[in-house]
């Protein structure tokens, strides 16, 4: 029989990339195949959780049990994960969302004008984790950081300047599209390196960890 660590928990994730349009048929969005957001989503369900997959656009298929909302653009992603908070124990960012987005969305296709370089303006969107660890009753928040290099610095540095308790670091390199995943976490006490792992085994051993740290 499996540990239940998470039995009457309710966990909230967010996954794959988000994509903003540029006109109708062009987006801007960031390399993530969702696969570690999806692994976390079913180990966190085999711990026993009720679990919902805010999800950017994936080839993936959600795993059984879990409620899966589909959302494009980062500002949805904050509306659905907004709407859905307050009866969660856990929020989990695996989403890599896009930092900006397209000022003026061209309702009709641009066109080529013969021009060689064009020029797209871009605003910020919103910080999706930084506004929910910021939410009074806030959720127990588990942030994510991809880097592509000195990630122990960038990565300990993101989660005080987000404010969550947990950040789990991994190195872009070894992790886009991988099948395996090799994850430090990091907490107030500093790193605690995860061995490489299968993203499923790795995610697994993280929802542990998330279980241990959680308030009883
Ligand atoms: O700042 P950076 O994008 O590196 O932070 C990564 C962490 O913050 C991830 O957990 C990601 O899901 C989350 N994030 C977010 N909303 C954003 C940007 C990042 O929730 N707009």
């Known amino acids: 029989l499996q540990p239940k660590p998470l039995r009457g928990k309710r966990v909230l994730i967010t996954a794959g990339p988000t994509a903003e349009p540029i006109d109708p048929v062009r987006v801007l969005?960031?390399?993530?195949?969702?696969?570690?957001?999806?692994?976390?989503?079913?180990?966190?369900?085999?711990?026993?959780?009720?679990?919902?997959?805010?999800?950017?656009?994936?080839?993936?298929?959600?795993?059984?049990?879990?409620?899966r909302l589909d959302v494009d653009t980062a500002e949805h992603m904050l509306a659905q994960v907004l709407a859905e908070v307050a009866r969660n124990d856990v929020f989990i960012a695996v989403a890599a969302v896009a930092d900006w987005r397209i000022k003026h969305v061209s309702p009709s296709k641009l066109?080529?004008?013969?021009?060689?370089?064009?020029?797209?303006?871009?605003?910020?969107?919103?910080?999706?984790?930084?506004?929910?660890?910021?939410?009074?009753?806030?959720?127990?928040?588990?942030?994510?950081?991809?880097?592509?290099?000195?990630?122990?610095?960038?990565?300990?540095?993101?989660?005080?300047?987000?404010?969550?308790?947990?950040?789990?670091?991994?190195?872009?390199q070894q992790s886009f599209g991988a099948d395996e995943s090799v994850l430090t976490l990091f907490d107030e006490q500093g790193g605690h390196p995860l061995p490489r792992l299968p993203k499923l085994a790795g995610a697994r051993q993280l929802i542990a960890q998330i279980a241990q740290r959680l308030p009883r």
């Open 111 to 172: 066109k080529k004008n013969g021009d060689a370089s064009m020029t797209l303006e871009f605003e910020l969107n919103p910080d999706i984790l930084a506004t929910v660890a910021a939410l009074p009753n806030a959720p127990y928040c588990v942030g994510f950081a991809a880097e592509t290099d000195d990630m122990e610095r960038h990565a300990a540095e993101k989660r005080v300047r987000k404010q969550v308790p947990l950040l789990v670091g991994n190195i872009a």
């Open 29 to 67: 969005t960031n390399h993530s195949s969702g696969k570690m957001g999806y692994a976390i989503a079913r180990a966190a369900h085999e711990a026993g959780a009720e679990v919902t997959l805010v999800s950017g656009p994936t080839a993936l298929v959600a795993p059984r049990g879990v409620l």
